[in-house]
């Protein structure tokens, strides 16, 4: 039988990993400003998370690209830096009423990974969120009871690579 995975517990896990990447403080409540100065970063890591997912959607709903189109949304802020609101909130939105009614919790998962990760955006710490449904989404498309667990340390070590390059960009 698959582990259950808890969100509210593994979203406190997430967030204290990536707080220690990150070399930010951690407190019992998310502090959205803790984050900020590593917004961009964070945004790429969560389009990155949601789109190793986004598959588990389309192969269901191939006519729907409401999930897709907010990553798109997001890589576009990630790459201009341009910002609007109501792109962004739409987007967001139409990523998360993708997963309504929907029967396939892979699917579900992947689409709200998606309306998260845009998010991320306007509030950084969307970006936790999009990491917690990538990882849900895992977990509900897979037979392997520790498929979640592998996703989990994927994402921790990607940020950690990431941050790791960023830095090594900078000191040169």
């Known amino acids: 039988m698959q582990e259950k995975i808890r969100p509210t517990k593994l979203l406190y896990e997430i967030r204290k990993s990536v707080s220690e990447i990150l070399d930010k403080p951690f407190t019992e409540h998310i502090d959205h400003q803790v984050f900020k100065a590593d917004q961009r970063l964070l945004a790429i890591w969560a389009a990155e998370c949601a789109e190793r ?31 609007s609101m109501a792109v962004i909130r739409k987007a967001s939105l139409d990523a998360h009423a993708a997963a309504k009614g929907k029967e396939e919790k892979d699917a579900v998962f992947a689409a709200h990974a998606a309306g998260q ?7 950084v ?8 449904y990538s990882i849900r989404a895992v977990g509900a498309h897979s037979a392997d009871v520790n498929s979640w667990f592998h996703e989990y ?20």
């Open 53 to 83: 997912v986004l598959p588990f959607f389309e192969e269901n709903y191939p006519g729907d690209d409401r999930p897709r189109k907010a990553i798109e949304v997001l890589w576009d802020w990630i790459d201009t830096g341009v910002f």
């Open 117 to 123: 990760a845009v998010g991320t955006v306007h509030v």
């Open 125 to 132: 710490t969307h970006a936790l969120g999009a990491a917690l």
């Open 153 to 172: 340390d994927w994402q921790l070590e990607r940020l950690a690579n990431m941050l790791n390059k960023e830095e090594s960009d900078r000191a040169i």
